[in-house]
């Protein structure tokens, strides 16, 4: 966001830096809301499976606390980048796909697709 808009919503300030504090004090928690990050990690536990659309540090946190993770990545170079720290931190409990999509990025999103995408077609399996 540009200067503008922060002296046109100066209230706004404070929640960000927060924000930002907290995204600094906590580098390897998904990009979530710090509420949403604290829900899912008093919920979620080993015995269970998760789907993630698009990967990143959420990849090896959601790992770290789920049984089984399937992350379904869209980008090459992301995928093997997220692969590699995958990797590193030894996660083998991760099914990690690159799935490209079947349309260009920029394309918006519809209401409905016939035939349904690639991507997001990995939750009928």
């Not at 404070?14 to 907290?22: K, M, T």
């Not at 399937?70 to 690159?98: C, F, I, K, M, P």
Request: proline share 8%; charged share 20%; net charge positive.
């Amino acid at each position: 966001m540009n200067l503008r808009f922060w002296l046109a919503h100066p209230s706004r300030i404070p929640a960000r830096v927060r924000y930002w504090v907290w995204e600094r004090m906590n580098p390897d928690k998904p990009w979530l809301c710090p509420g949403s990050v604290a829900f899912l990690d008093r919920t979620l536990t080993p015995a269970m499976a998760g789907v993630e659309f698009g990967s990143g540090r959420s990849t090896g946190w959601f790992a770290g606390k789920l049984g089984r993770l399937t992350s379904v990545e869209g980008h090459a170079g992301w995928y093997e980048t997220v692969r590699g720290q995958l990797a590193a931190a030894n996660r083998t409990n991760v099914d990690y796909r690159l799935v490209p999509l079947d349309h260009p990025y920029e394309e918006g999103e519809r209401a409905t697709y016939d035939p349904l995408p690639r991507y997001v077609a990995v939750l009928n399996e």
